[in-house]
Each structure stands twice: as structure tokens, then as C-alpha cells.
């Protein structure tokens, strides 16, 4: 009877996790000066923290979106990324700047900070919004 019990209460935990993963959810379009990307958002410690490293492609029209708990000035590191990205810099909906970095694959790879306050971060393959310039506007819309 226990073990029928555990059994159940394991299964209806998986079914409330999977539910919580529905297509979509994870997911935003966002659009700067004309170029739309699919972006996976990376809301959790954990996921802001691996962002786009150990991958060895980022498709082009994909990326990472890092939305920052509180505005604030931040930096990002390329360890253990194996491709080069576009790093767009974001406060209150406006670009303002993008940085280039190139992979790195030691533990002493530079940190590129944010140049000024920034309440998000948008990763794309390097050359996708390398022509935007500060102050354009970002647009982000759930899948």
C-alpha cells in the first residue's frame, strides 16, 4: 500500500513538472531594428549562469534572454562557450550597447561588463545585432 502511495505521489509530481513545461513558456520573440529572434529565457541562478555554454552551435535566429532581478550594472564571461555571441546590453527596453566576444576555453577568460545599469541581457550568434546601435528599441513578446 505504501509503495502503491509513493508510487502515485511520484507520478503526480512528474505530471505537475511536465505540465509546468508546456511549449512556449520558455520561450520569447524578441525583435531589435528589424531582426527577430527565438530566445529561451534563462530565469533561474542556474540557468543565467550556464546561459549558452557547452553548446556547440547556436542555431542563427536563436539566443538567450537574461532578465535581471533588479537593474543593475553586471558583467558576462564566455567559459566554456565554443561559439562567438553578440552580447546586447538592455535597460527599460532600450539597447545600450553590444559587445562581440569570441569562445573561451580556460579558466581565465576575461569578463566584459555592462556599460551602465541593465535589467536584461540578450545572447544571439555573433553578427545578429552587431549594427544595432544604443537607444533602439527592444521588443519582446511571449511564444
Known sequence: ???TFRAAAAAAVLVAILAGCSAGTDELRVTIDGVTITAEQATSADAQ?????GRDSVPE????????????RTEVW???????LDV?????GRVTGVVTLQPCSTDAC????SPGV???ILEAPAGTF???SPETTVQVESE
Not at 88 to 92: A, F, P, S
Open 88 to 92: 546586447v546590453w538592455i535597460r527599460d
Open 49 to 53: 549562469r550556464e546561459g549558452l555554454s
Open 118 to 120: 541593465v535589467d536584461a
Open 61 to 72: 535566429g536563436t539566443g538567450m534572454w537574461f532578465p535581471l532581478e533588479h537593474a543593475q
Open 1 to 3: 500500500m505504501l509503495r
Open 78 to 84: 564566455m567559459q566554456d562557450t565554443r561559439v562567438p
Open 110 to 113: 576575461p569578463s566584459e561588463a
Open 130 to 132: 552587431s549594427h544595432v
